[in-house]
């Protein structure tokens, strides 16, 4: 039978040199093998058609100390079409809404000031900032869910955000007082066409504020799944404050959130702005030195301990499967894809998923094929064990599944470590 994988070559794609500071001196530290797009879920009839597999590995730069892929992947083959959107999650929300009380106050936001999201997704951020009165404009590259943020009332512009994206919207806008970028800074490849994009259209006193998983997080806490094709970087403070400086702006502040596995929001501003800087910003470079994020062996041991976790929940899995228990997911994350995908585990290992995004229902998980149905099969079908693949989200989702387990069901959470509940 012909492969259904079609594996991409090791040197396509591959990255020269480092993102921010351009030194050719990396560290690779894991290799996660080659792998489908995380988001690239496909539907029944295309189970036959063959599927791309990409590289997946990581490295650090020796000279900044961002951590990187090692390969890239074009951003219109995982943003054209995206199915992936953060409203269904009540703790998104509300993380969401939150962020916008704190700004409106913090900056005194009035109703003639322009916020714009970068990566806006469905607009449920700046959904949060209209309803206090705000201008508001998204941009976003997905075709599909552009068109659900403008028929939802969120003005929206379908595009990559970059230099001249930001001259033709400061032309069309005007200049923003808050330009935000939340889970998306990490998916773009010119980071420095980015922040010359934000100087463009940012006002003389106005912020950028960024959100991203934090990758002394992402150490600690065994957080490996959250690498993938769509995440380029993993940011610590110290290469960040590098990267602004180059285009003469600031880092004023950073806050850590505790979202997505534990996440960093950083606040910039024209070198000139009056705003100072927090004491914290330097606080947090001491702090990364002292946990060694700038060492290769703080990387080299992570892949380490990444290597037991696969196989302690691989030893698991496999005594289930003795015992003739029944197995499902919860939560068809991109995350999920790609513990899957290096767990190597399909339908033979999980019977199915339930995931609360409806584009993603009815279809399969890239590279594994598993289906996924509505929240609602778990109870119906009730496996005996359910693996949940958003573990970010474990509390929300076992709040919302107390009769589950009331019904004898128990969930496996398989990051930091693996725990049965
Ligand atoms: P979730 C996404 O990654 C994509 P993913 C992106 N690349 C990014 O940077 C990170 O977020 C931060 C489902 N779910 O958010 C919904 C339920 O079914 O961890 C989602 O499919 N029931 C932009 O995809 C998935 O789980 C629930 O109650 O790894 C969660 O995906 C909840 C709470 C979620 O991100």
Same mark, same amino acid.
């Given at each position: ?14 990255i020269?040199?480092c ?16 792998m489908?797009?995380p ?6 009839n295309?189970?036959s ?8 590995k ?7 100390w ?26 998104v ?23 714009v ?15 206090k009165?705000?201008?508001v ?11 659900v ?5 969120i ?17 069309e ?15 773009? &490849?010119? *980071?420095?066409? @980015?922040?010359?994009?934000? /100087?463009?259209?940012? =006002? ?26 769509e ?5 610590s403070v ?14 004023i ?30 606080k ?5 030195q ?21 196989? &302690?929940? *691989?030893?698991? @899995?496999?005594?289930?499967? /003795?015992?003739?228990? =029944? ?9 999920g ?15 199915f ?19 996924i ?5 778990l ?30 069901g128990?969930?496996?959470i ?8």
């Open positions: 039978m012909k492969s259904l994988v079609k594996r991409v070559s090791a040197t396509r794609y591959r020269k040199k993102r921010i500071c351009h030194s050719e001196d990396l560290h690779e530290f894991l290799s996660l093998g080659t489908p797009i988001n690239g879920f496909i539907s029944k295309e189970l058609r063959q599927e791309f597999y990409f590289p997946l990581a490295c650090v730069c020796k000279k900044c961002l951590v990187q892929l090692t390969h890239v992947i074009p951003a219109d083959i995982m943003f054209k079409n995206y199915l992936y959107i953060p409203s269904t999650s009540s703790t929300v509300s993380h969401f809404n939150n962020f916008a009380d704190a700004v409106v106050i913090d900056f005194n936001l009035k109703s003639d000031d322009l916020v999201d970068i990566g806006s997704n469905d607009g449920t951020l700046l959904s949060a900032f209209q309803k009165g705000i201008k404009l998204g941009v976003d590259p997905a075709e599909n869910i552009v068109k943020a403008n028929k939802a009332g003005p929206t512009k379908c595009a990559f955000f970059n230099e001249l994206e930001a001259e033709m919207l400061r032309r806008y005007g200049e923003a007082k808050v330009i935000s970028g939340t889970n998306v800074i990490a998916h773009i &490849d010119n *980071l420095h066409d @980015l922040v010359l994009g934000v /100087k463009q259209l940012l =006002s003389d006193d106005g912020v950028f504020i960024m959100e991203a998983p934090y990758l002394s997080d992402l150490i600690e806490r065994n957080e490996f799944d959250t690498i993938y094709h995440h380029l970087s993993y940011f110290r290469p960040l404050v590098k990267l602004f400086e180059m285009y003469g702006l600031k880092i502040d950073i806050q850590k959130q505790k979202i997505h596995g534990g996440s960093i929001r950083v606040f910039a501003t024209k070198k000139e702005s009056t705003l100072n800087v927090h004491p914290r910003v330097q947090f470079v001491i702090e990364e002292a946990k060694g994020l700038c060492e290769t062996q703080t990387y080299d041991e992570f892949t380490v301990r990444v290597k037991r976790l696969k196989s &302690d929940l *691989l030893k698991f @899995l496999k005594s289930l499967r /003795k015992e003739d228990k =029944s197995v499902a997911a919860y939560g068809a994350a991109a995350k894809n790609v513990l899957l995908n290096y767990y190597k585990l399909g339908t033979e290992e999980i019977d998923i339930v995931d609360s995004i409806s584009y993603k229902q009815g279809k399969f998980t890239p590279g594994t094929h598993i289906p149905f509505p929240e609602s099969q109870l119906k079908k009730m496996p005996d064990y359910t693996l949940i693949l958003a573990w970010n989200f474990a509390e929300e989702i076992i709040e919302k599944n107390k009769k589950y387990q009331d019904a004898g128990r969930f496996i398989p990051v930091p470590y693996l725990k049965v509940i």
